[in-house]
């Protein structure tokens, strides 16, 4: 069996509070946009008998407050899903009372170890406070994970990291984790769950995002990691991701790839469980596996369905 983490890394967003969105606007357009966000997602996830883990940001409660973070934290555990930590650190400068003397700090990685620890510190606390159990498992928003960042989130008392994401090095993850990783391996004392990746050829690395790559696409990475005897697929998904970029309507393209991504994950349970992240602690580490080749033709037809999606769902007209 090959166990799949399915990961919905959730956040507000900056376009959002950028636009002058208070909380109530950016809750509705970053975490339950167009009637495709968490709610939906996890509605979904429960229909198939599916495990996901939710990283949650709770950054925004020092401009929101914790309501927020409690929202979103009660509405994942009441639907029997996994919340573990997510950050991005640029919330610490949102507050507009404040007139800003340095330029916005969007990575994590902009920050010295010590800072992201106090960070990561201070990001637990506020989870807690949400009402989360404490969180085991870290990932960096937007995959700005450094050595510093894995040095840091191991001082911190984390078991579990999920931050490095080979298509993205050598920035913003510059974790000095092989590139081409794809299975559980040991960083230091931390447990990391690499984030799956497909090959294009020419070197070129992908990430296994749902809004990033067709069904088919994870389809065949899943099977690939299947047949090398690897242990664990990890794939990313976002609050917002089965929607328009400003929130507003559901992307019934992607909408329909995720569900039927849960669809099949669901039918094929047998071979590809889904896991929480607290069932990973004693998971395999270093099973050789590498990112699953897709053909010109998949890629194409990938490309093709992005530009639809994008011409349906976000050219203005």
């Known amino acids: 069996m090959t166990g799949v983490l399915l990961s919905i890394d959730t ?115 506020l989870l807690r406070q949400a009402g989360a159990p404490d969180p085991v498992a870290f990932r960096a928003g937007s995959f700005a994970a450094n050595v510093e960042t894995l040095r840091a989130i191991q001082r911190a008392g984390f078991r579990i990291d999920s931050s490095h994401n080979g298509s993205l090095m050598p920035w913003p993850c510059d974790t000095g984790l092989p590139e081409t990783a794809m299975s559980p391996l040991p960083a230091g004392k931390l447990i990391e769950l690499p984030v799956g990746l497909i090959d294009e050829g020419a070197g070129k690395l992908r990430h296994l995002q749902v809004g990033a790559v067709s069904l088919t696409e994870m389809r065949a990475a899943l099977l690939h990691a299947e047949l090398q005897g690897s242990p664990l697929v990890t794939l990313v998904g976002h609050s917002f991701e089965l929607a328009t970029r400003d929130g507003e309507r559901a992307n019934d393209i992607v909408r329909h790839r995720f569900d039927s991504l849960c669809a099949w994950l669901g039918g094929a349970a047998d071979r590809f469980p889904t896991c929480f992240i607290t069932d990973l602690l004693d998971v395999a580490l270093d099973v050789p596996a590498t990112p699953c080749p897709v053909s010109q033709a998949a890629r194409l037809g990938r490309m093709a369905m992005q530009g639809l999606s994008n011409l349906r769902y976000e050219r203005r007209f």
């Open 11 to 125: 956040e507000f967003t900056w376009r959002a509070h950028e636009g002058g969105a208070g909380w109530l606007e950016n809750y509705q357009r970053s975490i339950e946009p167009g009637g495709a966000g968490i709610t939906y997602q996890l509605a979904t996830l429960g229909r198939h008998g599916l495990k996901a883990c939710f990283f949650v940001d709770p950054l925004p409660a020092l401009l929101f407050g914790i309501e927020p973070i409690e929202r979103i934290v009660g509405t994942i555990l009441d639907a029997g899903q996994e919340v573990q930590l997510h950050l991005h650190p640029m919330w610490t400068q949102a507050d507009r009372r404040v007139k800003r003397t340095d330029p916005v700090r969007f990575e994590l990685t902009q920050f010295s170890e010590d800072e992201q620890l106090a960070l990561i510190l201070q990001a637990r606390e």
